[in-house]
């Protein structure tokens, strides 16, 4: 069982940059592969990035490659996502998964969620 908290959404300007931050509590954390996820309002959940459970392998979404990048601390449990040059599209709830076994991109392999955070890009 893991349980997930995020922190550091909020409201940030066009172009600015933002860290959220996923704690995890649990057992074998660093096993686990995760994930950032987003949903905007009126349309599905989206797949934002991935880490394996080593920190070696990350994946990206097209929209944000280049702009974001997704980091863990097995020692902290913890992961991140730093976002930069933020614009109207990235507005959402931003939500952390985790996952035991391969690193994925569809949020069914995922089995475990957060609450989630609001990012909030103003113009």
């Known amino acids: 069982q893991v349980q997930l908290v995020e922190s550091g959404g909020g409201l940030v300007q066009f172009g600015g940059s933002l860290r959220l931050s996923c704690a995890a509590s649990?057992?074998?954390?660093?096993?686990?592969?995760l994930a950032w996820f987003r949903q905007a309002p009126g349309k599905e959940r989206e797949f934002v990035a991935a880490?394996?459970?080593?920190?070696?392998?990350?994946y990206y979404a097209d929209s944000v490659k280049g702009r974001f990048t997704i980091s863990r601390d097995n020692a902290k449990n913890a992961v991140h996502l730093q976002m930069n040059n933020l614009n109207g599209e990235d507005t959402a709830v931003y939500y952390c998964?985790?996952?035991?076994?391969?690193?994925?991109?569809?949020?069914?392999?995922?089995?475990?969620w957060g609450q989630g955070t609001q990012v909030t890009v103003s113009s």
């Open positions: 880490i394996s459970w080593s920190g070696g392998t990350t």
């Open positions: 998964a985790a996952a035991q076994g391969l690193t994925a991109q569809a949020a069914g392999a995922y089995d475990y």
């Open positions: 649990g057992r074998a954390f660093h096993s686990y592969a």
